[in-house]
C-alpha cells in the first residue's frame, strides 16, 4: 500500500459509506473529478448522496441518472453526477457532451468510470467499492495527482484519529 496515494477503508453500514463520502466531499472543489468503480449494489450511488451533503447539497435530491447519463445539481458547487451503466460505446460519451463537463465548472462524480478509463483526466479522484458481505464493502481510495492526496490525508485524519 502506497501511504499517502491510496487508502483502503472497510465500511460496515450504507450510512458509513455516505459519511466517507460526506468527508470527501467536504474537501472537493471546482473543476474536481472523481471516478468510481465497483459492481452494481456495492454503493457508488450511496457514496455520492455523501459527496453532495459534503459540497453543501441535501443529499436526499441526488437520485440516480437512470435515463438520463447526467444528473446536474445546481448549489454551492455546481456537481454533475455521471452514470455509464448504460453507455453503449464511447461515441456516446461526446454525443452527451462529456468533454465540457471534464473542463467546466463545478465538480464532476462519474459512476462506472472504469469503463473509460482513458476519458477520465490524468487527475482524479479513484474510489473503488468492492462486495464484502450483505452490509460490508471495501472501499479503496487512490489519489491522481498530489492535489488528491489532500483529500486521502483528510479521510485517514477524520476517521482514524
Ligand atoms: N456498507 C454499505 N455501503 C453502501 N451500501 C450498502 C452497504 N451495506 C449495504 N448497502 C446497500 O447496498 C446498496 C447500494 O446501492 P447503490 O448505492 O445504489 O449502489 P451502486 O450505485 O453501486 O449500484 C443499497 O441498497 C445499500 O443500502
Ligand atoms: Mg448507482
Redesign the pocket.
Known sequence: MEVGRMLEIV????H???RIGSLAGEMLKNGDVVALS???????????KGIAQGIGFDSGEVV?PSFTFINEYDGPLPLFHIDLYRLENEKELYEIGYEEYMQGDGVVVI?WADKVPHAVPEESLWIT?RYLD????EIIVTARGARYEKIIEHLRKKLYT
Open positions: 465500511s460496515d453500514t450504507p458509513e459509506t455516505e465497483g459492481e452494481l449494489g456495492t454503493g457508488k450511488t450511496t457514496l455520492i440516480s459512476e467499492l450483505a452490509e460490508r464493502r
